[in-house]
């Protein structure tokens, strides 16, 4: 068994306002992450993604930033973090994002017209945080060559897909009587 469907069937689930979540070491950063754990995403994503002239990777803060730096690591593509905070730097782009338990505004910086892009996330849950991403970077004019979450929870309110946008995912999941079952073992493509 690989160790991202281990770490999935393992993990502890916590309630939030209705909300059945899922505690994982991608996602939250905790319990710990292991090297090989994270090598093996970085891998499962360089195989899955179409990295064919994209220029740069963007990630929305904060958990998709290890995941995302491994993979600029490992191809030599810069990365680009869509920020919780405003610098108000020329070209800022601000974003509303609202996932299943919060709503944030998110910024852009860096990214433009014309760019081609890997947009890459930690979970695609409600779809909310990608959805607002990508309708953000289309705004931009950038062209988004992929889009990848790791981890896909399964069941309820799919905003990405409504939307018209595909993402790519390594595993897709599904909280039921408080623990995760697993849908697909290979995801998405």
Known sequence: MDQLKRSLLEAPIIEKEGYHYFVHPIS??????????LREIVI???RKADLDD?????????MGIHISTAVS????????????REYGLEGEVAISQETGYSKNEMYINDVHEGE???VLD?????????????????????????????IKKAGGENKVADAGYHVKTLINVD??????VI???DGDD
């Open 44 to 46: 499962r994503i360089m």
């Open 73 to 84: 690591l490992m191809t030599d593509i810069p990365l680009t973090v869509i920020r919780k």
């Open 28 to 37: 939250d950063g905790v319990p710990k992450l292991e090297p090989s754990l």
């Open 183 to 185: 849908v697909d073992e």
């Open 116 to 118: 081609k892009v890997l």
């Open 175 to 180: 909280v039921v009587d408080g623990e995760v």
């Open 122 to 150: 930690d979970v695609l849950s409600t779809g909310g945080t990608l959805t607002a991403v990508l309708s953000a970077l289309d705004g931009i004019g950038a062209e988004v060559i992929d889009t990848v979450a790791v």
């Open 54 to 62: 994209v220029d740069r990777i963007v990630t929305p803060a904060a």
